[in-house]
């Protein structure tokens, strides 16, 4: 009996503890407090891919520089890269003196049935920079 209460007690200690764990994740770096992505599918193969980020303090530049979009066809196991949004070609992806910023960009050519995921590359600068790799949750385009 004293056996289960100890791996009761254990066990219990574990799951309280994993909170702290990913909450000091959350802070990336002394540039970048959290960051986040998501995409949205639109009906007509359009995908709309969003970012957010919030500094540790106001930037000198803050967004993200390059979002690769990529692509599985149903039944595959292989992803292929089927859209590079890069910053200096879609300026809105970084912003100047901001403590946060939340862009999207969209993309018109998803295939009904198939499966996009975005890795997101954030980056903050504030004398020195950081920058911060995300992958989005994965979404079937209609």
């Given at each position: 009996?004293?056996?289960?209460?100890?791996?009761?007690?254990?066990?219990?200690?574990?799951?309280?503890?994993?909170?702290?764990?990913?909450?000091?994740?959350?802070?990336?770096?002394?540039?970048?407090?959290?960051?986040?992505?998501?995409?949205?599918?639109?009906?007509?193969g359009?995908?709309?891919?969003?970012?957010?980020?919030?500094?540790?303090?106001?930037?000198?530049?803050?967004?993200?520089?390059?979002?690769?979009l990529?692509?599985?066809?149903?039944?595959?196991s292989?992803?292929?890269?089927?859209?590079?949004?890069?910053?200096?070609?879609?300026?809105?992806?970084l912003r100047?003196?901001?403590?946060?910023?939340?862009?999207?960009?969209?993309y018109?050519?998803?295939?009904?049935?198939?499966?996009?995921?975005?890795?997101?590359?954030?980056?903050?600068?504030?004398?020195?920079?950081?920058?911060?790799?995300?992958?989005?949750?994965?979404?079937?385009?209609k």
């Open positions: 009996m004293n056996k289960r209460i100890a791996v009761l007690i254990l066990v219990m200690l574990a799951v309280f503890s994993l909170p702290s764990v990913a909450n000091a994740v959350i802070k990336a770096s002394d540039y970048i407090n959290d960051c986040h992505t998501k995409i949205y599918t639109y009906s007509g359009q995908l709309g891919i969003n970012f957010s980020i919030n500094g540790a303090d106001k930037m000198n530049k803050i967004g993200a520089k390059t979002i690769i990529q692509e599985q066809a149903p039944g595959s292989s992803w292929t890269a089927v859209k590079t949004f890069s910053y200096t070609e879609y300026t809105g992806m100047n003196k901001a403590l946060s910023h939340n862009y999207t960009v969209y018109y050519d998803a295939i009904p049935g198939y499966s996009y995921k975005a890795k997101v590359y954030f980056y903050a600068e504030n004398g020195g920079y950081d920058t911060l790799e995300l992958t989005s949750p994965v979404v079937t385009a």
